[in-house]
């Protein structure tokens, strides 16, 4: 059975203290992995696709990269409006995205 | 850019009452997808669908329905309520099946 877990559950970083956040998966077939954002009460903001072991996407302070278990989402010196909770997801041969339980980040001034 | 617009974004309900939930995906989009998101938990795939044909099914009850029409929007139709479908609604749209799926803001139904 297709399963994502993520970790750490929460995570508290000061402004500027660089960390990452880590998914682990298990899916037979894996056509994509995802990161997305979500703020409480809204929908998630699509971050990362990745396809292929070795692949690296970036965009501001964020780097994601993915091996054939899992996925890291690197944060550079982070900001107090990166906290949210940060989802990873997978696509297997089917439709649905098959979502982790998200790393709630909050970052501190 | 556009972006996926649901609605209503807030519905309050009565047990056993009906609950029709509308969502008009990104224009060009012609597959839909419509996830559940309890509170706490990730989003739990429900039903998609490719040029208004129903794509693939997940944990749907069987109280639930929903279509896409002409126009590539999509509806879902709750019936016979329970308090259990208390939870955020979204629907995902994206170019072609198994591409990047782009979330809208959600509707979040409460249920009395």
């Known amino acids: 059975e297709d399963q994502v877990t993520q970790s750490p559950e929460a995570l508290r970083l000061q402004e500027g203290e660089s960390s990452s956040l880590n998914c682990s998966y298990t899916?037979?077939?894996?056509?994509?992995l995802f990161w997305y954002r979500q703020d409480p009460g809204k929908g998630p903001e699509f971050l990362f696709t990745?396809?292929?072991a070795g692949e690296e996407k970036e965009k501001e302070r964020l780097k994601a990269t993915l091996t054939k278990k899992e996925s890291f989402l690197h944060i550079t010196a982070p900001k107090p409006e990166d906290s949210a909770t940060y989802l990873c997801?997978?696509?297997?041969?089917?439709?649905?995205?098959?979502f982790g339980t998200g790393t709630r980040l909050q970052v501190f001034p | 850019a556009a972006g996926v617009i649901q609605s209503p974004r807030h519905l309050i309900k009565e047990k056993r009452e009906t609950a029709t939930l509308k969502c008009y995906p990104i224009?060009?989009?012609?597959?839909v997808y419509w996830y559940q998101q309890g509170p706490g938990q990730d989003p739990q795939f429900l039903i998609s669908?490719?040029?208004?044909?129903?794509?693939d099914k997940g944990s749907i009850p069987d109280r639930f329905s929903a279509q896409q029409f002409s126009d590539y929007h999509s509806e879902l139709n709750m019936s016979s309520l329970e308090l259990g479908d208390s939870a955020l609604y979204f629907c995902?749209?994206?170019?072609?099946?198994?591409?990047?799926?782009?979330f809208g803001p959600g509707t979040r139904l409460l249920v009395l």
């Open positions: 669908f490719y040029e208004k044909m129903q794509s």
């Open positions: 224009p060009r989009h012609d597959t």
């Open positions: 990745l396809y292929s």
């Open positions: 997801a997978v696509q297997d041969n089917t439709d649905k995205l098959i």
């Open positions: 899916v037979s077939g894996l056509r994509g």
């Open positions: 995902a749209s994206s170019r072609d099946l198994q591409e990047t799926q782009y």
